[in-house]
């Protein structure tokens, strides 16, 4: 076991895992201050609506461009997955160690929840609302709200999926492409959930402000939107096994190479 543990965690894992937490965290600081409002307005007013500002498409591209320059930044060092849903999809397609995987989203999760501890404390008190948290808008329900987390999701791994197959093609466009994914997907969901396509970005405010309302949605609709979209290339769009059968078998030589 500590042998194990000696191949797994060189200086180069170590530093992926490193730029995993500080690519999180800067996307989730310069996203979620995107959502504070500064107008003057009364603070339950605010509190009902800091998950959308007077403007979600000044949200949106804040949240695909720092996408798009922190997988530049980070992309070389670790692939820059910055989210645990496209981190699950990614080991569900068997594209990553199990190992691998865990310490990624370990990493994304504390990354997100230090960003949103920093910027509680650098936000004057009377604008941090519920400090842009994720929360369904008056009239979506429960199930309607993990459809659309779903939705918006499945088309982030469906474009990582295409664009890390692609990297020739896209040459230095690949960041820009998964940036303009996210985009996409706040531009359609804002309006429903305050969007969340990434689970570690739904939980750093959650933990800082103590507020879990219906939090549970936006882990179920990433997660499942992203393992529908592993199923939908690996096996249909982009065949890599004929059968489950066929993934069975990589999955176990894969798992048996960690423990050799």
Known sequence: MKLLIRRKWTLSFLRAILAEFLGT?????????????????????QMQKAHSSDNPVHISLTFGISVAVMSYCMGPISGAHLNPAVTSALLAGLRISPIKAVSYIFAQVLGAITASGFLYGLTPGQYRGNLGINSLSPGVTQLQAVGIEMAVTFQLVLCVFASSERKKDLANCIHLVVGLSVTLGHLVAIGYTGCSMNPARSLGPAVIISN?????????????????????????????????????????????????
């Open 25 to 45: 965290a800067v996307f989730v600081f310069a996203s979620l201050a995107s959502t504070i409002i500064w107008n003057q307005i009364p603070l339950n007013i």
């Open 212 to 260: 879990y309302k219906n939090h549970w949605i936006f882990w179920m609709g990433p997660l499942a939107g992203g393992l529908l979209g592993t199923i939908l290339y690996d096996f249909i769009l982009a065949p890599r096994w004929k059968s489950f059968t066929d993934w069975q078998k990589m999955l176990k030589m894969g798992l048996k190479e960690e423990s050799d």
